[in-house]
């Protein structure tokens, strides 16, 4: 199966794993809030946030390289700020110049591009540990209790059901055209016909996903009517949240508006 | 396989905070509207059919085709979607791929997860919406339309999306907007057409297997005069003010400044207090490191021993 599709909720018996999922949930939003609060270059802020997100990777078990190699996986999108090196205007370090262009690196650009690095960083890292500790399920109920509207959690939940069976179809689709009209090792060299005709095919294979999930959707319809369905989405109540997990939640969060105010203090 | 990047995909700490929580109260009234009418125009078919669509669109996601030098086009689904559903079921769809996408994947952040949504569910669907209608409603119900619309309608939806991310970087301070707008503008350009190419392929496709999926529209006609003014104001808003931003990048600097977008720099504490230095440490910036270090090796020393405490107990369970 494609690598993207795989779920990436790897189950272990952790302390982490444990924390109730709306807990979680509300801790992992806090914390990113938190690191999007921090103002530009609090250094010792970002290193406590990032001490936050890696205690908290070790004590769930996973080894930290894990949670680490995924989160190199959201850097690309630094690329956007780089300008920012540039055109903030302060003290120049570095002048560079690339045939008719000049361009100054100032050390307050620099900074700036360091932190929005540095705090994307530990936000993606909290969002990973919320996704890969917290089954699936778990986060649907998480979703609910924090508002999301009933009918964007029944399709969010039945949209989980079905991904990977239209992941598999989709895969069986790109296994025949590649049986069919072959396969460049050199990603260079194209395969296939014109630029056109592989626009077609891949929109042929498209338009083929959206007709078998269209008649999927129709069977899946007629199952859940003959077992009840009346067009409500009908859930459990949410379990209670139990004392200890009240705790964690009121020092999770206390530790984070501590780091806050320490941000802007020091 | 493909592992493109997604640069539509804003992930965490791009945006300002308050931007972000601008456009959390943009997409909640969008999709709370859109789940009101959903509810009203839509029976309960509808619920399996958002759902499993939602997984086709994600899935469809993996079927790209070489373009040129490595690069490949691919499909985003905003236009498709809402061809095949209407704008309102669209929009939910959307709302929940990019929610997906964004918690389970890493494919954007959960704080800017607001702006994502609107970007590319909620503004996508609106101009794919007033694209696609308009060309029907030229055509007279000829072929052409469909296609043409189609198309058209993916390549808007796309390029609005990206002129959108660059216009709420360059007010979130990330970008200035002579940097992103073009960048963000051209690339996309380029890729709409591939994943136009793509869409024109599917309706193809659905138009002789089972056009009853694509007319379904034309007989069950959805009041949508309210999103196509929408969309359209969107598309037009977008054509005027990126052009204005990118050629006044100042500009949209002072308006952010104004309005407190700005990210917050903090005050250099070498000004705050001119003499304020650590006992034994000279260098302000070394001791702030320092200070951040101590902090970490307290965190690092609580978490060790909570974690030698589970090991003990485990061990004497």
Redesign the interface.
């Known amino acids: 199966m494609h690598i993207h599709f795989l779920d990436p909720f790897q189950p272990r018996q952790s302390p982490i794993h444990q924390l109730d999922p709306r807990v979680k949930f509300v801790l992992a939003l806090a914390f990113i809030l938190t690191a999007a609060l921090t103002p530009s270059g609090a250094w010792s802020a970002y290193i406590l946030l990032f001490a936050l997100a890696f205690s908290a990777t070790i004590l769930s078990d996973l080894g930290a390289s894990y949670v680490l190699k995924r989160s190199a996986l959201a850097l690309p999108f630094v690329l956007s700020a780089l300008p920012l090196i540039f055109t903030t205007e302060g003290a120049s370090l570095l002048d560079l110049s690339i045939g008719a262009w000049s361009l100054t690196v100032t050390q307050p650009g620099l900074a700036r591009f360091a932190s929005l690095a540095l705090k994307s960083w530990v936000s993606v890292q909290a969002g990973i540990l919320l996704a890969v500790t917290t089954p699936f399920p778990d986060l649907l109920v998480a979703m609910r209790a924090l508002g999301v509207p009933r009918l964007i959690v029944a399709v969010i939940g039945l949209m989980w059901r079905y991904l990977f069976v239209l992941a598999d179809e989709a895969l069986r689709l790109i296994r025949a055209r590649l049986a069919r009209s072959g396969d460049a090792a050199n990603a260079e060299l194209r395969t296939g016909g014109s630029l056109v005709w592989r626009a077609r095919v891949a929109g042929g294979m498209a338009g083929s996903l959206f007709l078998r999930a269209f008649e999927r959707s129709d069977r899946i319809y007629m199952a859940m009517l003959s077992r009840g369905y009346d067009g409500e989405a009908r859930t459990l109540p949410l379990p209670r949240i139990r004392p200890l997990q009240w705790l964690t939640l009121g020092v999770g969060l206390g530790i984070l508006a501590l780091l806050l105010v320490l941000a802007y203090l020091i | 396989?493909h592992?493109a990047?997604q640069?539509l995909?804003?992930?965490?700490?791009?945006l300002?905070?308050l931007v972000?929580l601008l456009f959390w109260l943009l997409t909640a009234a969008a999709?709370?509207y859109a789940?009101r009418r959903?509810?009203k125009d839509l029976?309960?078919?509808q619920?399996?059919?958002?759902?499993?669509?939602?997984?086709?669109i994600?899935?469809?996601q993996?079927?790209?085709?070489?373009?040129?030098?490595?690069t490949s086009?691919?499909?985003m689904g905003a236009a498709?979607a809402t061809i095949?559903l209407g704008p309102w079921a669209a929009m939910?769809?959307m709302?929940?791929?990019v929610?997906?996408q964004?918690?389970?994947?890493?494919d954007g952040?959960?704080?800017v997860l607001g702006a994502n949504i609107f970007n590319m569910g909620v503004v996508g669907v609106a101009v794919s919406y007033m694209a696609y209608r308009t060309l029907q409603r030229l055509a007279r119900g000829a072929r052409w339309g469909l296609f043409a619309g189609g198309f058209i309608a993916t390549w808007l939806s796309i390029e609005a999306s990206a002129l959108l991310v660059a216009l709420q970087?360059a007010v979130s301070g990330?970008?200035?907007a002579n940097?992103?707008v073009p960048?963000m503008g051209g690339v996309h350009a380029l890729i709409g057409i591939?994943e136009g190419?793509?869409?024109?392929?599917?309706?193809?496709?659905?138009y002789r297997?089972?056009p009853d999926?694509l007319l379904a529209g034309e007989e069950r006609p959805i009041k949508g005069q309210f999103i196509w003014a929408f969309g359209l104001l969107l598309a037009f808003g977008l054509a005027v003010a990126s052009p204005l931003a990118s050629s006044n990048p100042d500009g949209l600097e002072w308006v952010a400044a104004q309005a407190g977008f700005l990210?917050?720099?903090?005050l250099s504490?070498f000004n705050l207090i001119p003499d304020y230095l650590l006992p034994g440490i000279s260098n302000q910036?070394l001791a702030?490191?320092l200070?951040?270090?101590l902090?970490?090796l307290i965190?690092?020393a609580?978490?060790l021993l909570?974690?030698y405490n589970?090991r003990a107990r485990r061990a004497s369970d």
């Not at chain 2, 964004?102 to 890493?106: G, K, M, S, V």
């Not at chain 2, 990210?263 to 903090?266: G, K, L, N, Q, V």
């Open positions: 396989m592992s990047p640069p995909h804003i992930p965490d700490g791009f300002s905070v972000s999709v709370g789940l959903v509810g029976g309960d078919r619920v399996p059919m958002m759902g499993v669509l939602a997984a086709a994600f899935a469809g993996m079927l790209n085709f070489s373009v040129a030098g490595g086009g691919h499909l498709i095949l939910l769809v709302t929940c791929v929610s997906v964004a918690l389970i994947f890493q952040g959960l704080l970087l990330v970008s200035p940097v992103a960048a591939g190419l793509i869409t024109l392929g599917a309706l193809a496709f659905l297997a089972r999926l990210d917050a720099r903090r504490p910036a702030t490191v200070a951040g270090v902090g970490m965190v690092f609580v978490t909570v974690a589970r």
